[in-house]
């Protein structure tokens, strides 16, 4: 049976190495090693977000072409929240593989390995997949409240913006002299003329740092400090 493995990785979660690109292919290769299947691709979504749909990213649409021109029998993947946004999401998606011939196999899903070639597999993905989306939305919950308690208390929601620090009370803004002034030098190149990503360059040329420390700027860090 022939196998496309399927791997992604979000921004913030490529530096942590259970969940990076290179721990999942080494797994997705394994699993495909031990079931016997001939793994003809592996594609990656790299810096993409699990909220995007998979028609969306650029190697989910190549995944789904590969799949319409009967490229392979199987897709396989390490973990459920790698390809879909939420149990409807996949439960349509490998319904419609399904028609196509092709099975969906995932490596680790609650510590267990299932695919769909079998009822038992596909039943278990229905019951975890909506297990794993009741998890989300207790999480978002969870965070709503927490969110309303600091509201009620009067601290600050969101992240700090560039150009102020958090005071002492943890919910006013006091402007930071050394990044306003870089405010005001981002605001002359705009006005100068300059496009965003050349704002950024000169930044990351002249070492200036992030507000979260980062020695790279990229247009829209920019594009958001002269919106505000």
């Known amino acids: 049976m022939r196998a496309i493995g399927y791997t992604r990785c979000s921004t913030n979660e490529q530096a942590d190495s259970g969940l990076g690109l290179d721990a999942q292919a080494e797994r997705v290769r394994a699993y495909c090693t031990l079931k ?8 990656t979504d790299a810096g993409v977000s699990g909220g995007k749909a998979l028609a969306s990213r650029d190697g989910g649409r190549a995944l789904l072409d590969a799949l319409k021109s009967k490229r392979a ?3 396989v993947m390490l973990k459920l929240d790698r390809m879909f946004r939420n149990a409807g999401d996949c439960l349509t998606t490998v319904e419609q593989w399904e028609r196509q011939g092709v099975s969906l196999h995932i490596a680790d899903l609650g510590g267990n390995a299932i695919d769909t070639t079998s009822a038992a597999g596909r039943f278990m993905l229905v019951v975890l997949a909506g297990a794993a989306e009741m998890e989300r939305n207790l999480t978002r919950e969870r965070t709503r409240s927490a969110l309303a308690v600091k509201r009620a ?3 600050r929601i969101g992240t700090v913006p560039y150009g102020f620090d958090l005071a002492d009370d943890r919910s006013t803004l006091i402007p930071n002299d050394a990044e306003q002034a870089v405010i005001e030098e981002i605001r002359a190149m705009r006005k100068g ?3 965003l990503q050349e704002i950024a360059d000169t930044l990351t040329d002249r070492g200036v740092l992030t507000k979260t420390g980062r020695a790279k700027w990229g247009h829209p860090a920019v594009a958001r400090i002269l919106k505000r």
């Open 36 to 43: 016997g299947l001939r793994m003809v691709d592996l594609i």
């Open 73 to 75: 029998d199987a897709v």
């Open 153 to 155: 208390n009067g601290q």
């Open 193 to 195: 003329g300059s496009k």
